[in-house]
């Protein structure tokens, strides 16, 4: 595979999992339509405004049936001098999705709370961006967040307290974490660090709603309910937390169990004759298809090691993996404030 580009651009570096024997190819045994490869790009020459830049990948490969093929993907973007133009077209997803692969290059050549702060910095920096030569004159005591990356500072906290990012996290899952997220796809980086989270216990209260994914719910214990059912989900696994105080009769048609106490250890999603458990393995069967991934299942309960684990996903709160996410805005914003001290 190759990517060109147009003159006043230059290719600098790929990333992903490949083998590399000349500087311009990278070489793949296999890919699919879930793989990713980072191309970083270099500005290398002045681009004129009101252009048009252009952007070429060629992948020349085999199918099953042994037929030699090459598949080109040509993208042409519009050439701007104006900064607020660019952040007003931002990507978000592709943005994070930088982030995170960024984060997991560095991590086996540097000290894990450098790479935490590199992450951190890099957020910073943009926001200080836009806040510099962006925004309309506004009270020093305000954040200014652009539309288009308003959540990135939440994504970058999750990075932060994501497991490959973790100082006392266990070895085999950060080289999971690190091999998983180097070719992970754009849409799907973001709910790897942060989760989707809905509530099942109303199900049937949604009536006439024709999603069948309920609305999703911050990532924050506030949230979380002891007479509630919510369900988890990254990409990978799926945690159903189970309240203390969940009704009985609820717990029945879903589960088909009476009390917190019967939780099983392995557990395999049934469907019971009644809507409510239907609305389940129907929203279940929408995540798997939406994450092309099959999920591995897992009940949770209070003051349990399943109920720690589904709690850790808790981003917006304070805890041992760092600050809330409040704490961090507050952070964020006086980081800002003093480089645009220092810059005056």
């Known amino acids: 595979m190759r990517v060109r580009c147009s003159q006043g651009m230059q290719v600098l570096e790929y990333h992903g999992n490949f083998c590399k024997h000349i500087p311009t190819d990278v070489d793949l045994p296999a890919i699919d339509c879930d793989k990713t490869i980072m191309v970083t790009l270099k500005h290398d020459n002045k681009l004129q405004d009101g ?3 252009a952007f070429q990948c060629a992948l020349l490969y085999t199918t099953v049936y042994g037929q030699r093929r090459i598949r080109v993907t040509t993208l042409s973007l519009p050439c ?6 660019l952040f007003r077209s931002a990507d978000l997803d592709t943005q994070f999705a930088c982030f995170l692969k960024q984060a997991a290059i560095r991590i086996p050549s540097s000290p894990v709370l450098l790479v935490k702060e590199r992450v951190t910095n890099l957020c910073i920096d943009i926001l200080l961006s836009y806040r510099k030569f962006c925004a309309t004159v506004a009270s020093s005591g305000q954040l200014i967040l652009p539309e288009a990356l308003k959540l990135l500072p939440l994504y970058t906290l999750a990075l932060i307290k994501s497991k490959g990012l973790q100082t006392d996290g266990r070895i085999d899952e950060r080289s999971f974490w690190i091999n998983y997220v180097s070719s992970i796809s754009t849409p799907l980086a973001i709910p790897f660090v942060y989760p989707r989270m809905v509530a099942i216990h109303d199900l049937n209260s949604k009536e006439g709603d024709e999603s069948l994914v309920p609305p999703v719910i911050p990532l924050s214990s506030e ?9 988890l989900e990254n990409g990978e696994d799926c945690l159903i937390y189970i309240g203390s105080s969940v009704d ?5 048609q879903l589960f088909g169990i009476s009390s917190i106490n019967e939780i099983p250890t392995q557990f395999v999603l049934q469907q019971y004759d009644n809507p409510l458990s239907k609305k389940l393995n129907d929203l279940v069967n929408e995540i798997r298809h939406q994450r092309c991934s099959y999920l591995r299942l897992k009940l949770c309960k209070k003051r349990d090691p399943s109920g720690m684990l589904f709690f850790s996903y808790m981003i917006e709160d304070k805890g041992s993996s760092g600050l809330s996410y409040v704490e961090f805005l507050v952070h964020v914003h006086r980081q800002i404030q003093a480089k645009m001290s220092s810059s005056t």
């Open 51 to 53: 252009s048009e830049c």
């Open 248 to 252: 009985s009769n609820i717990l029945q």
């Open 223 to 231: 949230h979380i309910n002891d007479e509630g059912i919510y369900l």
């Open 80 to 85: 701007t001098s104006i900064l607020s133009n």
